[in-house]
T-cell receptor
Framework: DTEVTQTPKHLVMGMTNKKSLKCEQHMGHRAMYWYKQKAKKPPELMFVYSYEKLSINESVPSRFSPECPNSSLLNLHLHALQPEDSALYLC????????????FGPGTRLTVL | QKEVEQNSGPLSVPEGAIASLNCTYSDRGSQSFFWYRQYSGKSPELIMFIYSNGDKEDGRFTAQLNKASQYVSLLIRDSQPSDSATYLCALETGANNLFFGTGTRLTVIP
């Protein structure tokens, strides 16, 4: 099983809403990632969790709050987002990080009104 | 400053031809390089990875790495219309960090 799943597939939210994106993998991977991808741009790394601990935060605004409840799950909590935060949010996982191959989930298409 | 440069394209090749995609990078410390394919509206899908200088072949795909010249390329033989996508070059930049190029859009013309 080389699948990373993400829910929901699509999300529309207002600027005052609170919502969460979810990511799950059952490959025994110990590193999980959140990326943001705008149209016609490459994915940009937001956060990295390694062994359930936050190891990288790429200067992401505090309105994005990651959480790793266990080694299989990764959440991204959203609050007070701006329309410019509309993008495809991708989750990925890898065995232990560094040179290990990252496998991506299908993404959540987020629209902020 | 880490940079990964790719021609944005579009690169158009006829069906059955060889498509050649190139990527140059600035970080000499990078050791691992990846090629991802991304269809419009979908997530990136791993095509190949390469760590050592030289060629690595997998089916119709060949990745080439030259660390001295700081480039990595992807050749697609017998190109098919289903290969039409954006191809992203990526390199690892240290612990758990993958940095992507801007991607090359490939169109295979039937």
């Amino acid at each position: 099983d080389t699948e990373v799943t993400q829910t929901p597939k699509h999300l529309v939210m207002g600027m005052t809403n609170k919502k969460s994106l979810k990511c799950e993998q059952h490959m025994g991977h110990r590193a999980m990632y959140w990326y943001k991808q705008k149209a016609k741009k490459p994915p940009e790394l937001m956060f990295v969790y390694s062994y359930e601990k936050l190891s990288i935060n790429e200067s992401v605004p505090s309105r994005f709050s990651p959480e790793c409840p266990n080694s299989s799950l990764l959440n991204l909590h959203l609050h007070a987002l701006q329309p410019e935060d509309s993008a495809l949010y991708l989750c990925a996982s890898s065995h232990e990080g560094n040179t290990d191959t990252q496998y991506f989930g299908p993404g959540t298409r987020l629209t902020v009104l | 400053q880490k940079e990964v440069e790719q021609n944005s394209g579009p690169l158009s090749v006829p069906e059955g031809a060889i498509a050649s995609l190139n990527c140059t990078y600035s970080d000499r410390g990078s050791q691992s390089f990846f090629w991802y394919r991304q269809y419009s509206g979908k997530s990136p899908e791993l095509i190949m990875f390469i760590y050592s200088n030289g060629d690595k072949e997998d089916g119709r795909f060949t990745a080439q790495l030259n660390k001295a010249s700081q480039y990595v390329s992807l050749l697609i033989r017998d190109s098919q219309p289903s290969d039409s996508a954006t191809y992203l070059c990526a390199l690892e930049t240290g612990a758990n960090n993958l940095f992507f190029g801007t991607g090359t859009r490939l169109t295979v013309i039937p």
